[in-house]
């Protein structure tokens, strides 16, 4: 601790933060001026080489109202079951607001694709706290859309070589739901001394 003073409130956000379920958000989201420092940090995040392998897309409501279509055109083409197709695209339909964290991955010599990977799960939760720092409700989903190339490639304008590291809906809770149990730190922490 020394060129920066302690920041009390952020650990105590840090130590309580969680996730509000998607199925819980309304509007209002943010507008783009309010997203626009909630994306600025979750770019401030730890980049190997700076080669910036992310980028986001912003699902804004039409958006997110078509892709919730092309839910349901890919998850018939592939054969999925109608439950699998409603609960899949439930979010869509009802989201007030999704950023798209997509994995870019670089042409790199010494930067291994599995550490541009780890960047890309970084931003999202980066990008999933400073949403929920900046009192709006917010959750990290995937879901088998984001597996189907079709849907990434056609929906959301992904290049062949780029992933869906995560989607993180953005809007209002009227409710925080009960916190889920967390890790045992016992069990998950070995304190080398020697
Ligand atoms: C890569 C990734 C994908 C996820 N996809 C889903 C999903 O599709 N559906 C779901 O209910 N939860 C999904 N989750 C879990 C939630 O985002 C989250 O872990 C849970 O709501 C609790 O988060 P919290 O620790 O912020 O409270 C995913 C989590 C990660 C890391």
């Not at 130590?15 to 979750?42: E, F, M, N, W, Y």
């Not at 959301?156 to 070589?161: F, H, I, P, R």
Request: proline share 9%; net charge negative.
């Amino acid at each position: 601790m020394t060129d920066q003073s302690p920041a009390p409130a952020v650990m105590e956000f840090l130590l309580s933060r969680r996730s509000r379920p998607a199925k819980l958000l309304q509007g209002p989201a943010p507008d783009r001026a309010a997203l626009t420092p909630i994306l600025t940090a979750a770019a401030r995040t730890p980049d190997h080489g700076k080669l910036v392998p992310w980028r986001f897309v912003v699902l804004e409501t039409a958006a997110l109202r078509r892709l919730g279509d092309l839910v349901a055109s890919c998850g018939a083409a592939s054969g999925r079951s109608d439950e699998d197709i409603a609960k899949a695209r439930a979010c869509y339909d009802s989201s007030p607001l999704a950023v798209v964290v997509i994995e870019a991955p670089k042409p790199s010599d010494k930067i291994p694709e599995v550490e541009q990977t780890y960047s890309a799960g970084a931003v999202c939760l980066a990008l999933l706290n400073a949403a929920l720092a900046s009192g709006w409700g917010a959750n990290w989903l995937t879901g088998w859309p984001v597996f189907d190339r079709h849907f990434v490639e056609a929906g959301l304008g992904l290049a062949a070589s780029e992933r869906v590291a995560g989607i993180i809906h953005i809007g209002t809770a009227e409710t925080a739901p009960p916190d889920r149990p967390r890790p045992d730190l016992a069990e998950i922490t070995t304190w080398m001394d020697a």
